[in-house]
């Protein structure tokens, strides 16, 4: 009985997230709040969370425990990483639910639009990011995003 409602809860998470990918006319299957992606990694043995920020992002703003880390860009000067297709491709089932990541959501849209291009049928990109949008501040980390949802997270 158990797994059937998990089963249901995933089902309705990814059938959330589709809807929300037709909304937004996304090239990918669809997007998800943290909190659904984070019931998805819980839940879905095989999903997995690809953490596309870079490597001083992850060293300096924090860390998802069991996310898979490939940068889309490099830190200094956030040039694209010749190598993310390898790093993905040698991490990632091309058949896994595969999510991405990023501080605010926009590099893991290109993430998640390059990986459906190569054959990822089941791309989902995690809105919000990391960190979510500024607050009236100028500070993000607050407003929307993983931290925010207060989901598990660790400092480096």
């Known amino acids: 009985m158990v797994n059937h409602m998990e089963n249901e809860t995933i089902t309705a998470i990814l059938e959330r997230a589709h809807k929300r990918a037709e909304e937004m006319d996304l090239p990918y299957r669809g997007a998800l709040l943290p909190t659904e992606a984070l019931t ?6 095989a999903a997995k969370l690809v953490d596309v920020r870079s490597r001083a992002e992850w060293d300096w703003v924090g860390r ?6 490939i940068e889309w860009q ?27 990541i990023c501080r605010t959501g926009g590099r893991s849209h290109q ?5 459906a291009e190569l054959g990822y049928n089941s791309c989902y990109n995690v809105l919000e990011g990391f960190e979510g949008d500024k607050d009236t501040t100028g500070h993000r980390g607050k407003k929307g995003g993983w931290k ?8 480096s």
């Open 111 to 115: 993430a998640a639009a390059t990986a």
């Open 64 to 69: 998802i425990p069991g996310a898979v880390e």
């Open 40 to 45: 998805l990694l819980q839940e879905a043995p």
């Open 148 to 155: 925010a949802a207060g989901l598990p997270w660790v400092q």
């Open 74 to 100: 490099s830190y200094p000067g956030m040039r694209s990483n010749p190598d993310f297709i390898n790093y993905l491709s040698s991490q990632v089932d091309q058949e896994s639910v595969v999510m991405f």
